[in-house]
């Protein structure tokens, strides 16, 4: 078999084909921030190589957070904002922010004008690095839905993609040739940041106390993360992934409650990327073997991230006998134990393990659930890459 771009071999492996040998496309975003100083495409692409993995990129994600500035998750949109300004995209709403900092924590009080009504937030932010990681999420002191009466509100703080990043997309496509494949990972909508809205207790709370408040916010973002994506795929994208790690088993949902709330927003998003005949790809870096039956069934066209026990509770094994041939996989290796705590041994008997699982006929890529530590050895990285190889190359007659 000849040797494959890096490009024809993700998308032989992600249409359920066989490349020349198993892809190996870590998540190694945390780890290039911590060690190159920047996690731009440009940074990505480089360590990528370095180590011979084959680049999947995620496009704008930790660089800009977002192809439309997301003020629900982020204060300032993401760490760059558009020609407008800051909220500057946001035309009718008039925003107020103060900001205290702290030794530990930036505090940033925010109210939002809009035409339909008043929302005020509360966001406290830990600071890199000083006890809660390499990059902390932030905590809803005070949710910016509190209510039905707010969801009016809530509404106008949705702006439409930058145009400077969509433009962006056919730029980087050209640059990246088939050195990489270019993933459209928005994470505005509810399984990622969306959830924001309310707040992780409080949208958990409404499930029960007030379903329809919960539906509401989930149908608002649901609407803006449509729209992305729309602007990512008539731009050439070929892959979507979409992270829904926020309606996880892990976070505390039962399979009913995600089979009546957030399977039709799944099902949403798989039509309109099958509608530009792009792949879909459900992430989730937690637990979620009971919703996988539900995922196939939505039409998603692979499944990543396929956490191992016990940080997640998926077998490998058993979900390629199982589903297999219905959807491609990508994930498999505990960013953890496998490499935060792991060696070179481990490493490679995890490997091994792995293709042995899932990597028989092909439609298997091998990587992480989430991203790698900035704290890990190049010297692992290198043998994931060696081991693969190794393990993972085809023949005519596998």
Not at 172 to 197: P, S, V
Not at 336 to 359: E, L, M, P, S
């Amino acid at each position: 078999m000849s040797q494959m771009t890096s490009r024809e071999r993700l998308l032989t492996a992600l249409k359920g084909g066989m490349p020349d040998h198993v892809p190996v496309a870590p998540n190694i975003t945390r780890w290039v921030r911590g060690n190159r100083g920047c996690c731009c495409l440009r940074h990505m692409l480089a360590a990528a190589e370095e180590f011979e993995f084959d680049p999947l990129l995620q496009l704008f994600v930790y660089t800009y957070n977002n192809i439309s500035n997301n003020y629900i998750y982020s204060p300032g949109g993401g760490q760059n904002f558009s020609v407008d300004g800051m909220y500057g995209d946001l035309k009718v709403v008039d925003v107020e922010v103060r900001v205290e900092n702290r030794t530990d924590y930036v505090w940033y009080h925010r109210t939002f004008k809009t035409p339909a009504g008043i929302l005020t937030d509360i966001i406290q932010w830990a600071r890199p690095d000083m006890g809660y990681g390499d990059g902390p999420n932030p905590h809803r002191v005070e949710p910016l839905v509190k209510s039905e009466e707010d969801l009016k509100a809530f509404s106008f703080l949705f702006p439409d993609p930058r145009r400077d990043l969509v433009a962006d997309i056919p730029l980087i496509k050209k640059e990246c040739g088939d050195r990489a494949l270019l993933a459209a990972c928005d994470c505005l909508h509810f399984g990622a940041w969306g959830t924001e809205a309310l707040g992780p207790e409080n949208m958990l709370i409404a499930s029960v106390a007030e379903p329809e408040l919960l539906k509401s916010v989930c149908r608002i973002v649901n609407d803006a993360h449509l729209k992305n994506l729309k602007a990512y795929l008539e731009n050439g994208i070929e892959f979507v992934c979409d992270s829904w790690f926020q309606c996880s088993p892990s976070t505390g949902w039962s399979p009913t409650t995600y089979k009546n709330i957030f399977l039709p927003l799944v099902k949403e998003a798989v039509a309109l990327t099958h509608h530009y005949n792009a792949i879909y790809a459900y992430q989730d870096d937690g637990k979620m073997k009971d919703i996988i039956p539900l995922v196939v069934e939505a039409g998603a066209d692979v499944l990543s991230g396929l956490q191992p026990p016990d940080v997640g509770d998926v077998n490998l094994a058993d979900v390629k006998k199982q589903y297999g041939s219905k959807v491609a996989l990508i994930g498999g290796l505990d960013p953890c134990y496998t490499f935060d705590r792991g060696n070179v041994k481990t490493v490679r008997d995890c490997v091994k393990q792995a293709i042995k699982d899932a990597g028989g006929d092909g439609g298997f890529v091998i990587g992480t659930a989430e991203a790698i530590a900035p704290s890990v050895s190049s010297e692992l990285l290198r043998e994931l890459s060696n081991s693969v190889r190794k393990y993972g190359k085809y023949t005519a007659n596998t």
